[in-house]
């Protein structure tokens, strides 16, 4: 990866996954400030409309789509659609043509222990982006708290139980909106960018800490539920989740289970100048999420 020079603040930044958890976020934080951001969408009209900012055709799998979208951008928040898991074969060719229109600086949202784990296509995406000639930033965030609003949503709020087989394990949660701000951070200050980031919550906590707080949080008792691998895959399955994302859930709440993912940094209080926000303060803010589940 190359160390380029980029000016502070006022850029031109290219958003792709700009209406998911992070990227909408990522949107909001640089929408108002000296930045000129654009969304990366299949659908730009609706992208427009729902984000109030301009957006373009892009689609990792249209190579017609690439030079279009990244023609006269000078930096590029980059997510793997989680549809694509041979990214060398759209995601890198991208990549390639993103270097080639100008774009000096990639951010781009990898996991938590991706840079030793050559299972994951982020490891990939990381690998790739260190070959060529692009300042590349790697956010290495822990698990979402937001995956309790959508993947797990309706078991919540609908069965008031929360399924998964993480056993006593502990993780160190974080929010997506202090991920967001961390990229928007380092987006508006290329200075900051270069290097990776291993991004967690203030502390690990188990998810029977996660049921008690939600129980208090919505006025109504939530269950803990801890099967085993086996039943949770039978279980998923019955809520029509497909099984290459089961075997990515059912990895991630392992690590969980056998203590792989208590580990905790300052990074976000390091350049943020802020804690990341605790589990209560999401469970608060997303109340309504889980009472109007249907």
Known sequence: MTMTTLREGSQRVLVTGATGTVGGHVVACLRDGPCEVCAASRHPEAATS?????????????????????????????????????????????????????????????LQGAEANPFVPHRWIEWKLASIDVRATFLRPSFFMQNLTTTHRHEVADERTLILPAGDGHTALIDARDVADVAAHVIKHPKCGGGAYELTGLKAISYHTVARVLSDVLGQPIRYEEPSVIDFLRYSRRRGREWPFIFVMTGIYLTARFGLAARTTSTVHDLLGRPPRSFRTFAEDYAGVWAVAK
Do not use: C, E, K
């Not at 190579?63 to 759209?90: C, E, K, N």
């Open 50 to 110: 729902r984000l109030n900012i301009p957006a373009v055709y892009f689609d990792f799998q249209d190579p017609a789509s690439y030079r279009s979208a990244f023609d006269g951008q000078d930096a590029l928040f980059l997510v793997r659609p989680p549809a694509i898991a041979r990214v060398w074969t759209s995601i890198f060719p991208a990549l390639d043509m993103a270097v080639d229109s100008g774009i000096r600086h990639i951010v781009f949202l990898s």
